[in-house]
Antibody
Framework: QVQLQESGPRLVRPSEMLSLTCNVS????????WSWIRQPAGKGLEWIGR???????NYNPSLQSRLTMSIDTSKNQFSLTLTSVTAADTAVYYC?????????????WGQGTPVTVSS | EIVLTQSPGTLSLSPGERATLSCRAS???????LAWYQQRPGQAPRLLIF???ARATGIPDRFSGSGSGTDFTLSISRLEPEDFAVYYC?????????FGQGTKLEIK
């Protein structure tokens, strides 16, 4: 059973950096893409970016200038760093696995972690 | 970027009725690259349908997907109480992903 669990601070100050980590269990990270998706309260889903076990990344163009993703397969975890945050970055952040082969859909989701940007 | 527009925004139906949810894309989407998710309150989204019409593991057969090109549909044949939730369509293209804004299925 694949399980993903997000961790990180729930409150971040404006203009500072948001860092989240996702711990993966029940599956090898090799050969998969891993992704972050966020959801502001009462709103829809926004894809943030993806990273492969090979460390290849693709980011949402709207976030690319502030975003870095990394992966450590030896620890079974991947991470997100978003700089210069504003209130618009307040959301529930989900870590997600992309489907095997062609990574066309999201098959396993973490429970989500709420992050608030506020002073 | 391909924009997905879902309709209606809210659908009010009774248990036992049939639900039809629409997802329209701003450009052609490959049938292989269209998926649907269900999100219940306070929960993470759950994969329902991938490749336009294939049900994910454990999804009951009352859920079905269809469509092609720019028009896709999620149908639920006989609504159960646990089906009342928000539904999102999602497409994959050129190393990026977009979601529709969601359809809320509520009890009438």
């Amino acid at each position: 059973q694949v399980q993903l669990q997000e961790s990180g601070p729930r409150l971040v100050r404006p203009s500072e950096m948001l860092s989240l980590t996702c711990n993966v269990s029940g599956a090898s990270m090799s050969s998969y893409f891993w992704s972050w998706i966020r959801q502001p309260a009462g709103k829809g889903l926004e894809w943030i970016g993806r990273i492969h076990a090979s460390m290849r990344t693709n980011y949402n163009p709207s976030l690319q200038s502030r975003l870095t993703m990394s992966i450590d397969t030896s620890k079974n975890q991947f991470s997100l760093t978003l700089t210069s945050v504003t209130a618009a970055d307040t959301a529930v952040y989900y870590c997600v696995r992309l489907s095997p082969g062609t990574p066309r859909y999201f098959d396993y989701w973490g429970q989500g972690t709420p992050v608030t940007v506020s002073s | 970027e391909i924009v997905l527009t879902q309709s209606p925004g809210t659908l009010s139906l009774s248990p036992g009725e049939r639900a039809t949810l629409s997802c329209r894309a701003s450009e052609t989407v490959s049938n292989s690259f269209l998926a649907w998710y269900q999100q219940r309150p306070g929960q993470a989204p759950r994969l329902l349908i991938f490749g336009t019409s294939a049900r994910a593991t454990g999804i009951p057969d009352r859920f079905s997907g269809s469509g092609s090109g720019t028009d896709f549909t999620l149908s639920i044949s006989r609504l159960e109480p646990e089906d009342f939730a928000v539904y999102y369509c999602q497409q994959y293209g050129t190393s990026s992903y977009t979601f529709g804004q969601g359809t809320k299925l509520e009890i009438k």
